[in-house]
């Protein structure tokens, strides 16, 4: 496997001595009843001193895998199985117990995923950066571990360092907590940094001023940092190097715009075709294939624009009592005067950023939740005016498909009673002809139809939403009400279940809305797109309009924060 | 063409073969269908603990259905004559003080503590889905007087409860039945509470909003999804609870304030042999170790049962 050795980095004016780390033919696996399982077949890479490496790959590939493997933090059942894990000469994969501790967050830092479980709720966030410092031996215990504390969160980008010392991970938004980690990870200014997924839990705009943070933190101190990511933009833009990852090995690694600029092995090829903040046109119905993506028809979307309203929310509000404890509660206007409408035919693309209402209003016009005032007319009916049967009946012509793949479908219904629900429910055909309707549409959604009597734990998660999406489908719908539909599957994935959906919206003549914190996917998708920014819409235009000439300062915020917009692609 | 302009001398690429592109998303599916219980029930018939348990907990219910096929004695008929006499043939266990026969009273007793077992637990789990249920899907003021109604029992030990209602009750109407319904009344309440967490979170899932979504009920929704998908845990409690019955009725049989003097029970043999334990204690310890079998069998069925039923302790072994 020499073969896949990276050479180290000549003409970057690097240090071209020893690299800093240097994986050899790495395998690792992972111990079940059926033997072990690989993840990682022969992984070998380097990081040169301060080199910034972003690993990139769908989930399953063995991306996290790697990076757990170089600070031996496999969970119990994984092991490394042969190669080398060579970091400034010292072979990590041999090394493990308390010679690892002198390792781990003294030379090697590390940012964990998800900022929310990171940190124990019930220690103050000054114990948990000290506890660092002293286990790093950092500092001693007294007045100079919390000078140093002060300093590692002043330094992380938080004011008011003193007091944040005192408060708790609950006081503490996403994006502060992510700072927090950060802090620790490079408080002991490490060599090297891993970054696992640091800010796919966050905010665009959250994320971009993190990952701004960071970079200049990394810099100054010469850490070499290691991303760990499954956003090719952000890693383009962040990294100088990418590895792109697939199936436990390394398909393609190089210089980060020479990969996406001049992709090589088919998968990149893949990766770099589907990345949502890479590519530019709507996705265009009756064409299966992502080449359509580069046809441009404008007079399409110019004449849906045109059709009569299907649905049409006005002054939307909707107020919620927050308890405040002592039994006493205080309003929450989660929705704020929302008023747009949507033509037949087309997709409207309701934006925002977490908290913004966006769900709310997904509630509110599926009447899962009941508006405080305002109206929502779906096919000229009020539907707050409607109940029993005629509600029954607009239920019909509005279905929704969710975010959580693997929340939506029910763990114990089988596909087949999956689809038909909505048919048994609303009693339409005989058993013989739903069974003939299920099959039909399990082929719309492009699944074979011998999933019928499979239950939903043994789909992945794209198809679980192909089936929420012939579920919804079963009743022959005028409206999808997607809320963050595709916000939870991988790239190509999410660009299969796009492609999907603009297909079936030509074929079937379907309105969507279309919900969404991720602005690259509304512009392949979108005619129109609403910003919501604290219950209210800041911004409402046609899609193009939104992209190319934002009115508001929110709007170029977001726009500015998808990683990887500015990267010319070049193909 | 820019796939025709030169790579940087760090730019690698795998050889295609080494990792053949595998269309996006393909379905790839096991051999047969599986979902939470059928994989349960699959890996229940994997574990030696099961089939021994399963065994006695089979055996335990042929014995309560036909006595008649283990002894052809009568375990009424009783001499004195025999009184503590060892065992001889056709008498393996040998006699009690009253002379009667050790095995065929163990024989004729396993009925007594079964049906106590079955209706109790009857009792307990239609009591407890119907009040965890509805005070976990409808929350609310219903939740909020369910709950407290719940606490009030909870906060009675049912052997306690159980015991007052014993000695409140007359002699004459004691039965099986009686002292089932004296158990069963104090110890719904653990079933109750499990199941309302588990509804509270399962609830919450998108499924449930999609068939909202849909026009189903929420009869229907916690009838057909919620509780489905909630009950793996009771069904587990239920198990053991049954084995906490059939000791409950032992207990209370020992006391004496339990079951009226013509019904035959382990209990009520194990206090009968105790002023006996010194010169004849083997009276004492064969019902006991009867009682033990039943109730280590259920208890061992419901570790299976919560094993197999919970994935994650499947995904550790």
């Known amino acids: 496997m020499t073969a896949t050795t990276v050479a180290t980095t000549p003409g970057t004016g690097r240090d071209k001595g020893t690299p800093l780390l240097d994986i050899r033919d790495l395998h690792v696996g992972f111990v079940t009843q059926n033997g072990i399982v690989p993840a990682l077949n022969g992984v070998s890479l380097t990081i040169m001193p301060g080199e910034t490496v972003a690993i990139v790959g769908e989930s399953g590939s063995g991306k996290s895998t790697a990076a757990h493997a170089i600070i031996d933090l496999l969970p119990g059942t994984g092991k490394v199985t042969s190669g080398r894990i060579l970091f400034d000469g010292q072979d990590l994969a041999a090394t493990s117990g308390k010679a690892f501790d002198k390792i781990r967050g003294n030379l090697i830092g590390f940012v964990p995923q998800d900022p929310m479980s990171n940190l124990n709720p019930v220690w103050n966030i000054g114990f948990q950066v000290e506890e660092t410092l002293v286990a790093n031996g950092r500092a001693k215990r007294g007045k100079d571990v919390k000078a140093k504390a002060i300093t590692v969160l002043k330094e992380a980008g938080l004011a008011d360092a003193e007091i944040r010392l005192k408060q708790y991970p609950h006081q503490f938004s996403g994006g502060m907590k992510q700072r927090v980690l950060i802090g620790i990870g490079l408080s002991s200014r490490p060599k090297l940094l891993i970054a696992d997924e640091p800010t796919s839990a966050l905010d665009v705009t959250v994320q971009r001023v993190i990952l701004d943070h960071l970079a200049t933190l990394t810099g100054d101190s010469g850490t070499a940092v290691l991303f760990i990511t499954h956003d090719l933009g952000l890693a383009a833009e962040r990294a100088e190097k990418l590895v792109v990852m697939y199936k436990g090995k390394i398909v393609e690694s190089g210089p980060s715009l020479e990969i996406l600029q001049n992709p090589q092995h088919p998968y990149t090829k893949r990766l770099v075709a589907a990345a949502p903040s890479l590519a530019s046109r709507r996705i265009q119905g009756s064409h299966r294939e992502r080449a359509a993506l580069d046809q441009v028809v404008p007079d399409a979307a110019a004449s849906r624009v045109t059709a009569a309203p299907v649905i049409t929310v006005e002054k939307l509000t909707k107020v919620f009592q927050i308890n405040t404890g002592k039994l006493r509660s205080q309003p929450f206007t989660a929705v704020d005067d929302v008023s747009f409408s949507i033509p037949k035919g087309t997709t409207m693309a309701l934006v925002g950023e977490s908290g913004s209402g966006k769900s709310t209003v997904a509630k509110l016009i599926l009447k899962l939740e009941s508006a405080t005032s305002g109206s929502v007319t779906v096919g000229g009916k009020d539907i707050n005016k409607v109940s029993g049967r005629e509600l029954l009946a607009l239920r019909r012509q509005m279905q929704p498909v969710f975010q959580d793949p693997f929340g939506s479908l029910d763990p114990l219904y089988n596909i087949g009673s999956t689809i038909a629900e909505p048919l048994v429910t609303h009693r339409v055909g005989s058993k013989k002809e739903r069974h003939a309707r299920v099959l039909e549409l399990l082929d719309q959604v492009a699944l074979p139809t011998t999933l019928i009597d499979r239950y939903p734990n043994e789909l992945s998660g794209g198809q679980r939403q192909r089936i929420a999406i012939a579920r919804a489908l079963a009743l022959k719908p005028e409206i999808l009400i997607l809320d963050e539909a595709v916000s939870a599957l991988d790239v190509l994935v999410q660009a299969q279940i796009l492609a999907l959906l603009t297909?079936?919206?030509?074929?079937?003549?379907?309105?969507?809305?279309?919900?969404?914190?991720?602005?690259?996917?509304?512009?392949?998708?979108?005619?129109?797109?609403?910003?919501?920014?604290?219950?209210?819409?800041?911004?409402?235009?046609?899609?193009?309009?939104?992209?190319?000439?934002?009115?508001?300062?929110?709007?170029?915020?977001?726009?500015?924060?998808?990683?990887?917009?500015?990267?010319?692609?070049?193909? | 063409?820019?796939?025709?302009?030169?790579?940087?001398?760090?730019?690698?690429?795998?050889?295609?073969?080494?990792?053949?592109?595998?269309?996006?998303?393909?379905?790839?599916?096991?051999?047969?269908?599986?979902?939470?219980?059928?994989?349960?029930?699959?890996?229940?018939?994997?574990?030696p603990l099961f089939y021994v348990s399963g065994v006695i907990v089979l055996l335990v219910i042929v014995v309560a259905l036909f006595p008649t096929l283990?002894?052809?004695?009568?375990?009424?008929?009783?001499?004195?004559?025999?009184?503590?006499?060892?065992?001889?043939?056709?008498?393996?266990?040998?006699?009690?003080?009253?002379?009667?026969?050790?095995?065929?009273?163990?024989?004729?007793?396993?009925?007594?503590?079964?049906?106590?077992?079955?209706?109790?637990?009857?009792?307990?789990?239609?009591?407890?889905?119907?009040?965890?249920?509805?005070?976990?899907?409808?929350?609310?003021?219903?939740?909020?007087?369910?709950?407290?109604?719940?606490?009030?029992?909870?906060?009675?030990?049912?052997?306690?409860?159980?015991?007052?209602?014993?000695?409140?009750?007359?002699?004459?109407?004691?039965?099986?039945?009686?002292?089932?319904?004296?158990?069963?009344?104090?110890?719904?309440?653990?079933?109750?509470?499990?199941?309302?967490?588990?509804?509270?979170?399962v609830k919450n899932s998108d499924f449930v909003m999609s068939a909202a979504a849909l026009g189903v009920s929420h009869f229907r929704i916690l009838l057909r999804h919620v509780l489905p998908n909630s009950i793996a845990p009771v069904i587990v409690i239920t198990t053991i609870g049954l084995a906490g019955a059939i000791v409950a009725e032992a207990t209370l049989s020992f006391l004496g304030i339990g079951l009226p003097p013509d019904v035959m029970s382990w209990g009520k043999d194990i206090s009968q042999a105790q002023g006996d334990l010194r010169n004849n204690p083997m009276t004492l310890i064969y019902p006991s170790i009867a009682l033990s079998v039943a109730v280590l069998s259920f208890i061992l069925m419901g570790e299976v049962l919560r094993d197999a039923l919970d994935p994650k302790a499947r995904a550790r072994r």
């Open chain 1, 503 to 571: 297909e079936l919206q030509s074929e079937l003549d379907l309105t969507y809305l279309f919900i969404t914190h991720d602005l690259a996917v509304v512009r392949l998708v979108a005619d129109h797109v609403s910003v919501m920014r604290q219950g209210r819409i800041v911004e409402a235009s046609s899609t193009d309009e939104v992209f190319d000439s934002p009115r508001e300062e929110y709007t170029k915020e977001l726009l500015a924060a998808i990683p990887g917009t500015g990267i010319q692609l070049g193909v």
């Open chain 2, 1 to 47: 063409m820019p796939s025709n302009a030169p790579l940087s001398p760090t730019h690698f690429v795998a050889p295609l073969d080494e990792t053949p592109l595998v269309a996006v998303d393909k379905v790839q599916v096991a051999a047969k269908p599986s979902n939470l219980y059928l994989d349960a029930w699959r890996d229940m018939r994997r574990r």
């Open chain 2, 70 to 201: 283990f002894t052809q004695l009568d375990p009424r008929a009783c001499a004195l004559s025999f009184s503590n006499q060892g065992p001889s043939a056709g008498h393996p266990l040998g006699y009690t003080k009253q002379g009667c026969d050790v095995y065929a009273r163990i024989i004729f007793g396993t009925r007594t503590s079964l049906s106590v077992g079955i209706i109790v637990t009857l009792l307990v789990t239609v009591i407890g889905i119907i009040i965890g249920a509805l005070s976990g899907y409808y929350g609310r003021w219903i939740d909020a007087v369910l709950s407290r109604i719940g606490d009030i029992f909870f906060a009675i030990p049912y052997i306690l409860a159980a015991i007052v209602i014993m000695s409140v009750v007359a002699r004459e109407a004691r039965s099986i039945l009686v002292l089932s319904l004296a158990i069963g009344i104090f110890a719904w309440p653990s079933t109750a509470r499990v199941l309302r967490g588990q509804i509270l979170s």
